[in-house]
């Protein structure tokens, strides 16, 4: 009696611990986040490094200079060369995109805005200072709100670049460091777990950044070719959403349709058609060969989690979603299936 006593104090302990545990990741979300995105940051920069300084005859450090000093330049040319016209066009999508809804609102919505405007007629007069000074009320609250938001999206890159830089220069120091809180028998699986999960990231990381600049150029030629003149700016915004894996393609062709077919019918079906097989193409041929080397990630499981992140914590957690899968399958299969269960075949699939 005693014993099944102790074993449900511990279970129940155990449960209010992990519960706890969530609790606080969920309130502490942004700034996990944060620090995740400088670690897979600094995960690229690290694999970079190493390469560089295997294939040379630099240490370590310098070939980390020349490879952030190489993303840097790459940057600002491919910004300076693309940034003033990406502006002018990414300006004319957003006012063709605004067009659109309001002639879709529009053309559904006409009755009722016929309604609205007959039971308005009787206060207009009495109404329209009120209304001035509502809408000069809200345009004040939303340039505040837009500048507060501005300000602290630049404090977090800065941010975020400098947690990055800092634990790229010493992944020895903070890898170290974080084995040292493991007790002594398990270091080495959680040093090997580390490992695996760095080759995963990497590997992932550069998965994406294929897919990016597939994805992202073809689109781009082939408006380009179809005459379309927001080309460049839906081929970037392509290249950029795509970094989010399943969602992010999707959310890509909406605009790429609707300017498509605002063409000309013609136009949109072969835009249509044509950026289903890019898509189809580079989501089943080539990231799975460059991806295999990291981890499998279900479909299904993936955009739920997407989907959780982005109600948990918006737009950040839907970016971050399928870095922390691969994490999160990685560390199962480690900790779980390899050394709780001692499967080394199942974890091999």
């Not at 007959?118 to 340039?143: C, K, P, R, Y």
């Not at 992932?204 to 294929?210: N, R």
């Amino acid at each position: 009696m005693e014993r099944d006593s102790q074993i449900r104090w511990i279970r129940t302990d155990t449960v209010l611990l992990t519960a706890g545990l969530l609790l606080l990741a969920w309130l502490l979300g942004g700034v996990l986040l944060l620090v995740f995105a400088a670690v897979l940051i600094a995960v690229g920069l690290d694999g970079l490094a190493n390469e560089v300084a295997r294939r040379t005859s630099l240490p370590r450090g310098w070939s980390l200079v020349v490879v952030t000093a190489g993303v840097v330049v790459l940057l600002a040319g491919v910004g300076g060369l693309t940034m003033p016209q990406f502006i002018q066009q990414f300006s004319e999508l957003r006012d063709s995109l605004v067009e659109f809804v309001e002639d879709a609102r529009e053309y559904f919505g006409t009755a009722a805005v016929q309604v609205e405007e007959l039971l308005g007629d009787e206060d207009d007069d009495n109404d329209e200072n009120a209304e001035m000074m509502g809408t000069f009320e809200d345009i004040v609250a939303q340039a505040a709100a837009w500048g507060m938001t501005t300000l602290g999206a630049l404090s977090s890159l800065v941010v975020l670049i400098v947690l990055a830089m800092f634990l790229a220069a010493d992944p020895a120091l903070y890898r170290y460091g974080f084995l040292h809180l493991v007790p002594p028998a398990r270091r080495e699986l959680a040093d090997n777990t580390l490992s695996a999960l760095a080759y995963a990231l990497r590997w992932w990381f550069l998965g994406q950044l294929v897919s990016m600049l597939l994805l992202g150029v073809t689109v781009g030629l082939g408006l380009l070719v179809l005459g379309v003149d927001l080309w460049l700016a839906l081929g970037v915004l392509t290249a950029l959403l795509t970094f989010i894996p399943f969602l992010g393609p999707l959310i890509a062709m909406v605009p790429i349709v609707i300017v498509g077919f605002a063409e000309g019918i013609e136009t949109g079906i072969i835009v249509t058609i044509g950026y289903l097989v890019i898509q189809n193409v580079e989501g089943n041929v080539v990231v799975p060969m460059i991806q295999h080397k990291a981890v499998n990630l279900a479909p299904a499981l993936l955009i739920s989690l997407q989907v959780l992140f982005s109600v948990a914590f918006g737009v950040v957690g839907l970016i971050l979603a399928a870095p922390l899968t691969v994490v999160a399958m990685v560390a199962v299969k480690k900790l779980y299936i390899e050394a709780a269960l001692g499967d080394h075949e199942a974890a091999e699939v």
